[in-house]
């Protein structure tokens, strides 16, 4: 079946350093790929997509590849700030379906 | 536009008891999807509604567990009888099915727990 591996967390850092959360894939086909961004209290909200092989998704400073070659989508942020501290979960959903499958989230802490 | 709405924020109840946590989808969208969030087991896929038709129901845990959409606008999630492991953060998510890779919008959540 589909599922997600995520990088352990938490992952502290200072601002303006460089952020790289991993994470690999299992799936089979074509799936899409996601990332999600949980603040304290709130619900998930989408931060980036990339639906196809080689698709770059961006938002907000954030980037993600689409790697099928490796099975990852990987984010990364050049430069964090204190307000991207939040718990991030990549997520894919196959191309037969319609539910995500989430990994189990990565926390972020950005100390200024 | 309002968002998913969810209700109440926070509930706690004693074990036993009947728990019903409240859902109102975005105006529009035909898919409505409940999950649990838990720090053991992360964030859990419960039921999946389309055009208000319980279609995945295959991640609720036990018969104590239901859902139900009357309408387009609207979905409960029960839990009778509660017991102390269904403490957990319970979302709501809505999206709009078909082509594309129909994003789902999440509400804040019901932080249930059981005592």
């Known amino acids: 079946g589909n599922s997600v591996t995520q990088m352990e967390g938490p992952v502290t850092l200072s601002e303006e350093a460089f952020l790289t959360i991993n994470c690999t894939y299992t799936?089979?086909?074509?799936?899409?790929l996601f990332w999600y961004v949980q603040y304290p209290g709130e619900g998930l909200q989408l931060l980036l997509k990339?639906?196809?092989?080689?698709d770059k998704g961006s938002n907000k400073g954030f980037e993600a590849t689409y790697r099928k070659e490796t099975t990852s989508f990987h984010l990364e942020k050049g430069s964090v700030q204190v307000s991207d501290s939040a718990v991030y979960f990549c997520?894919?959903?196959?191309?037969?379906?319609?539910?995500?499958?989430f990994g189990k989230g990565t926390s972020l802490l950005v100390t200024p | 536009d309002a968002g998913v709405i969810q209700s109440p924020r926070h509930e706690v109840t004693e074990m036993g008891q009947e728990v019903t946590l409240r859902c109102k989808p975005i105006?529009?969208?035909?898919?409505l999807f409940w999950y649990r969030q838990t720090m053991m087991r992360g964030l859990e896929l419960l039921i999946y509604?389309?055009?208000?038709?319980?279609?995945?129901d295959s991640g609720m845990p036990e018969d104590r567990f239901s859902a139900k959409m009357p309408n387009a606008s609207f979905s409960t999630l029960k839990i009778q009888p509660s017991e102390p492991r269904d403490s957990a953060v319970y979302f709501c998510?809505?999206?709009?099915?078909?082509?594309?890779?129909?994003?789902?919008?999440f509400g804040p959540g019901t932080r249930l727990t059981v005592t």
């Open positions: 509604f389309n055009n208000n038709v319980p279609i995945d």
């Open positions: 998510a809505s999206s709009t099915a078909g082509t594309g890779t129909y994003e789902q919008y």
């Open positions: 990339a639906t196809k092989a080689d």
């Open positions: 105006s529009g969208h035909n898919s």
């Open positions: 799936a089979t086909g074509y799936p899409s």
């Open positions: 997520a894919l959903r196959g191309n037969s379906g319609y539910a995500l499958n």
